[in-house]
């Protein structure tokens, strides 16, 4: 049983920098993509970044340049920081995780989600 807590979101005004974590726990053997995606109230959930084990990032094009994902390996934690926030970055931010895992010789990956951490940016 793997869990994934976000930390870091509130509320911030207009121009403002957040920093939201995430970290992994439980019986993790690895973990490969991690990720973010917010939602807001009738919008689907979107990406908003994505890093690899070996760090290559991919983010969505409104983000880009003003939010940075990065992670801890050792410490099974994924960062978001977020700059130059704006109204429209109003969302419940959601961290993601692929993780892997042996059943006997048997390698599998499954998929988890946090709980969600607010953030609301203020004009």
């Known amino acids: 049983q793997v869990q994934l807590v976000e930390s870091g979101g509130g509320l911030v005004q207009a121009g403002g920098s957040l920093r939201l974590s995430c970290a992994a726990s439980g019986r993790i053997f690895s973990i490969n993509d991690m990720g973010w995606y917010r939602q807001t109230p009738g919008k689907q959930r979107e990406l908003v970044a994505v890093i690899t084990s070996g760090g290559s990032t991919n983010y969505a094009d409104s983000m880009k340049g003003r939010f940075t994902i990065s992670r801890d390996n050792a410490k099974n934690t994924v960062y978001l920081q977020m700059n130059s926030l704006k109204p429209e970055d109003t969302a419940v931010y959601y961290c993601?995780?692929?993780?892997?895992?042996?059943?006997?010789?048997?390698?599998?990956?499954?998929?988890?989600w946090g709980q969600g951490t607010q953030v609301t940016v203020s004009s």
């Open positions: 993601n995780a692929d993780f892997g895992e042996y059943s006997g010789s048997y390698y599998y990956s499954f998929n988890s």
